[in-house]
T-cell receptor
């Protein structure tokens, strides 16, 4: 079963920063936190991964507090094409997806 | 180009028939996975393999079978024992689940059983 909890859906507007928070209270010491993006009828696409503190790449930032019981995916200046489902995963020896957050960007 | 290929993209089968979905990767990844996705739902893990000649059941393995005879290939057979096989099937691979857990996905196979 998925080890994460995240909001079912979120709405935002073009140009805004979007933050999606995920809780993973039972994360183990060696587990990684990863985020994926999925468009309809396509396979998920890896966005970012982290273990602790902050990670940034060309697409997003990932903030992980010291206790690692939650994480926040930050998408800067979203556009309509960022409308998708975003999955937060905690990876141990296999990759289990939860239900994801359906993000809808409005013009 | 390196990548992960699923075939066919669309598949139709009659009820009671077994069907095999193909998944091939040329990324030299050790780990491979099969997921099922139903409309409006998240992905559910069917089977996964961390190394050649070894695989483990995921959350919904009943009615499915796999093999991992080659590193590049991880075919999934949907058997007649699967009660509701119509779904979108996704295959993925990753380098090493512990140190590089990011997975690369194929484009999926949409199976319809009539």
């Amino acid at each position: 079963l998925a080890k994460t909890t995240q909001p079912i859906s979120m709405d935002s507007y073009e140009g805004q920063e979007v933050n999606i928070t995920c809780s993973h209270n039972n994360i183990a010491t060696n587990d990684y936190i990863t985020w994926y993006q999925q468009f309809p009828s396509q396979g998920p696409r890896f966005i970012i991964q982290g273990y602790k503190t902050k990670v940034t790449n060309e697409v997003a930032s990932l903030f992980i507090p010291a206790d690692r019981k939650s994480s926040t995916l930050s998408l800067p200046r979203v556009s309509l094409s960022d409308t998708a489902v975003y999955y937060c995963l905690v990876v141990d020896d296999k990759i289990i997806f939860g239900k994801g957050t359906r993000l809808h960007i409005l013009p | 180009d390196g990548g992960i290929t699923q075939s066919p993209k669309y598949l139709f089968r009659k009820e009671g028939q077994n069907v095999t979905l193909s998944c091939e990767q040329n990324l030299n990844h050790d780990a491979m996975y099969w997921y099922r996705q139903d409309p409006g739902q998240g992905l559910r893990l069917i089977y996964y393999s961390q190394i050649v000649n070894d695989f483990q059941k995921g959350d919904i393995a009943e009615g499915y079978s796999v093999s991992r005879e080659k590193k590049e290939s991880f075919p999934l057979t949907v058997t007649s024992a699967q009660k509701n096989p119509t779904a979108f099937y996704l295959c993925a691979s990753s380098i090493d689940i512990r140190t590089r857990p990011e997975a690369f996905f194929g484009q999926g196979t949409r199976l319809t059983v009539v």
